[in-house]
């Protein structure tokens, strides 16, 4: 059924009502009608909220209306759906009379559950389309919106506010972003699981996201495309707008399909969604961290000129590793130091030092020498980008020393606070230096997971930006980085280099 | 023939040439003739060795039913091969004709073409050719419309870069050239308002320039 568009003011219902209807409150906390009502208020919405159950109960403080036609007049946008599918036309009908003009559907048995469901999901969507309403689902898990802090969900968690707004086909990815949101510090502006996408599909809340002010960045998982065309103009168009990081669910074919010739045979699903990606100039992930750590990068870091990366480290395995990657990637280059930079190098360094890329400092940093280092190597014309190695690993033997058996004395005292104070220098300089001279700096260590508040990986987050995992998914994200830049700039015929 | 609805019809090898080639797609000099005397004149003309085809509306697996014979040094060998290819056609072939080609060989082999996919509509397809083609499926598509930025994209997302490089005493494959088979092929599938599918295969690399030696265009039935 091709539904038209839902309009910007719609979208503004949704994303940012000035009242929420909660239908089908329940006072049991083991409902999704009374944890929705719990996470609506615990994420502090600043709008009215109103509720309605059957028998007008007290539920967390509220006082739920029995009818919506209770409800004052133009007070609220949105309802938050949970009673059962067979009231919603009703309802749906009731709350439009009141001005309402967006509707989150949680109830099941739609389209999801068998014939009679796909029936009722078409009604469900000409009553909304009759009335003015935008369908949100329905079978959908909820909408956050941290600009009015909004939390309709059926599910934690809520995400800190940030600039990567989230559309997905299956609302469990909408958690595993948020949750990611929530382990790197990096926000969300708006998310929303279609669910069954009845009206209101992922691509629609995409091209809502690509004018939407609050948005820098797109994030979406869909599954089965039904109009790949209409998906690719969506994508494209947005894509245009601003950077759009895609995982695509059921990726593997057989490529099993009639085809009468060779190059049909070849072009599998898969192989035809991946171009349509890569003509859009949609980054595609391959996994739902790969995904988010994208999309968390290109919220956070300056965009690249050119492809030429750096890799510093403060010890050798990580950076060899590191350069293994970025010499399988396609899209980057590990450069070779130029010799003005390995002649500023060598005044900094001692001369164990690898004169080389990566550049291993071999252990042979004094108080300021990381600082200065990034510096000098960001600063240069022949890098585009620099992959940072070794953070933290002070703090982490400090923190030994501090929960071991000698501490405070011995000295140790004073050493685990410069270790830490140094940790934290690190962490700024990267950070600042990356600001400075507009090229893309990305921290990775281990200890982002295994000790996530070790004073390096913390002050990482405390800048607003990622500590990558693990040296191989910084590569991987800035992969995605510097493959967009790009697309604008081949694009827009703007300078770009490109070695290989 | 064609396993698309019964809907689709596939066009002679000639006349999958002739279209394509009116939008830009570099074949082969070739001639069409109806008889082993002519052949042997198009041969001559053409400069042996050449190929002979048995041609027509719907023959389509030539190789399979061995409408195809190589690597002909002389009069004799295109004579025998013209008589057997004309007396091996049956009358469901319907009307038929030989096809005098240059005997071309490549080390690199690439095949491109035109694709429907039910989702995603008409698509353009660039992939490594040769017998591995379905094994190695190197392959890079985009949708159409394409753009020279998407063709030159397509050839840079191709798995296998070594091969456009210098390859075994040959030049580089001309990027520019090859792009512009995947602009005509797209060219031709957006004027042409019924194509399912086109073949070029294989898209041979002689002297760092691509030259298709065989067509198939699949149009749906209006």
């Known amino acids: 059924m091709t539904v038209p568009a839902a309009t910007e003011a719609q979208f503004r219902a949704l994303f940012e009502p000035r009242g929420v209807l909660i239908a089908g409150a329940s006072t049991h906390p083991g409902k999704f009608g009374f944890v929705s009502l719990h996470n609506l208020l615990a994420s502090g919405y600043s709008g009215k909220v109103f509720a309605t159950n059957r028998d007008g109960a007290e539920v967390l403080g509220i006082n739920c209306l029995t009818s919506v036609d209770d409800l004052p007049d133009g007070e609220v946008d949105l309802v938050f759906v949970c009673t059962p599918k067979s009231a919603n036309l009703e309802l749906l009908r009731a709350c439009a009379a009141k001005g309402i003009t967006a509707a989150f559907v949680t109830s099941a048995g739609y389209g999801e559950a068998d014939e009679a469901g796909i029936a009722d999901e078409a009604e469900l969507v000409a009553v909304c389309q009759e009335l003015g309403i935008l369908l949100a689902g329905p079978n959908g898990q909820g909408v956050v919106s941290t600009p009015a802090n909004l939390c309709a969900q059926i599910v934690a968690p809520y995400p800190p506010a940030g600039q990567i707004a989230i559309a997905s086909q299956s609302g469990n990815f909408v958690s595993s972003f948020l949750n990611w949101s929530i382990a790197t510090g990096v926000g969300i502006s708006r998310a929303v699981s279609a669910g069954n996408a009845a009206a209101t599909s992922v691509g629609d809340y995409l091209s809502f996201y690509a004018s939407d002010s609050k948005t820098e960045v797109g994030l979406a998982y869909v599954e089965g495309i039904d109009n790949g065309r209409e998906f690719f103009e969506q994508t494209r168009s947005v894509a245009a707008h601003m950077p759009l990081v895609v995982l695509k669910g059921g990726a593997t074919d057989t490529g099993a399909r009639a085809a009468s010739s060779h190059t049909g045979s070849l072009a599998t699903n898969d192989k035809v969604f991946d171009g349509a990606c890569r003509q859009a100039g949609v980054c595609r992930a391959a996994t739902v961290e790969e995904a988010f750590e994208a999309a968390a990068t290109f919220a956070t870091q300056p965009r690249p000129r050119g492809n030429r990366v750096v890799v510093m480290t403060t010890a050798g395995g990580w950076g060899v590793v590191t350069a293994d990657a970025i010499g399988h990637s396609r899209t980057l280059h590990l450069v070779q130091l130029p010799d003005d930079l390995l002649a500023e190098l060598d005044e900094l360094l001692p001369p164990r030092w690898s004169k080389n890329n990566p550049v291993d400092l071999a252990g042979g940093e004094t108080r300021d020498t990381i600082p200065l280092v990034l510096e000098r190597i960001a600063a240069n014309d022949s890098v585009d980008a620099i992959i940072y190695l070794g953070l933290g690993i002070q703090s982490n033997q400090a923190a030994l020393l501090r929960n071991g058996p000698f501490y405070p004395d011995h000295g140790i005292e004073r050493i685990v606070a410069y270790h830490e104070r140094q940790d934290e220098r690190f962490a700024h300089a990267a950070a600042e230096v990356s600001d400075r001279v507009g090229k893309p700096i990305l921290t990775a260590t281990e200890l982002a997971v295994s000790h996530p508040d070790n004073p390096g990986p913390r002050t990482v987050r405390a800048t607003g930006r990622v500590c990558y995992s693990s040296a191989n998914r910084a590569v991987r994200a800035l992969e995605h980085l510097v493959w967009d830049a790009e697309f604008r700039a081949t694009r827009a015929g703007l300078p770009f280099t490109s070695r290989s | ?222």
Do not use: C, W
């Open chain 2, 1 to 222: 023939m064609s396993t698309h609805p019964s809907t689709s019809v596939t066009l002679a090898e000639d006349q999958s040439k002739a279209l394509l080639s009116g939008f830009g797609v570099p074949f082969a000099p070739e001639a069409v003739v109806h008889s082993p005397a002519d052949a042997v004149s198009a041969a001559a003309t053409i400069g042996y060795p050449v190929v002979v085809k048995l041609n027509g509306e719907r023959i389509a697996h030539k190789t399979e039913r061995g409408l195809v014979k190589l690597n002909l040094g002389d009069a004799e060998a295109v004579t025998t091969a013209a008589t057997t290819l004309l007396s091996a056609a049956t009358p469901e072939d319907g009307d038929v004709s030989l096809l005098v080609a240059p005997m071309l060989s490549a080390t690199r082999e690439f095949i491109a073409g035109i694709s429907t996919d039910p989702q995603f509509g008409t698509t353009v397809v660039l992939g490594v050719g040769g017998v591995l083609t379905e094994a190695i499926a190197d392959v890079s598509i985009r949708l159409l419309p394409i753009t020279e930025l998407d063709a030159q994209s397509m050839i840079n997302d191709l798995r296998s870069q070594p091969l456009l490089g210098e390859f075994r005493g040959e030049p580089a494959v001309d990027r520019h050239a090859l792009g512009a088979v995947l602009m005509a092929l797209s060219d031709a599938a957006a004027a042409t308002t019924h194509m399912l599918s086109a073949d070029l295969n294989p898209l041979m690399i002689v002297d760092g320039m691509p030259i298709a030696v065989d067509a198939l265009v699949e149009v749906r039935e209006s």
